[in-house]
């Protein structure tokens, strides 16, 4: 099993910053890929930002140049850098771990509310 932690959410204001962590422990041999999702009220959970263990990094386009991934391999931790956030960033986020056996696995982590207002 792969537990994942999340931390670092909150209330900003518009054009403001915020960096979230997310922990993952257990299982995380075969790694594929780590990531963020996000689910506003009344939308589909969506696709931000990820990283595979090779490093390749893919974001959404409504966040690309002001949101950075990284991903510490000896830590197990991934970092999603929020910078001049919308209100339409406001969601709460989720961390995405996949990793592969003889099938893709996926895990969620318990998700963390961002909110972006004045």
């Known amino acids: 099993q792969v537990q994942l932690v999340e931390s670092g959410g909150g209330l900003v204001q518009p054009g403001g910053s915020l960096r979230l962590s997310c922990a993952a422990s257990?299982?995380?041999?075969?790694?594929?890929?780590m990531g963020w999702y996000r689910q506003a009220p009344g939308k589909q959970r969506e696709s931000v930002a990820s990283v595979t263990r090779g490093g390749a990094q893919n974001y959404a386009d409504s966040v690309k140049g002001r949101f950075t991934i990284s991903r510490d391999g000896a830590k197990n931790t991934v970092y999603l850098q929020m910078n001049s956030l919308k209100p339409e960033d406001t969601a709460v986020y989720y961390c995405n771990l996949r990793k592969f056996t003889t099938i893709v696995q996926s895990y969620w982590g318990q998700g963390t509310q961002i909110t972006v207002s004045s």
């Open positions: 257990g299982s995380i041999i075969n790694l594929m890929s």
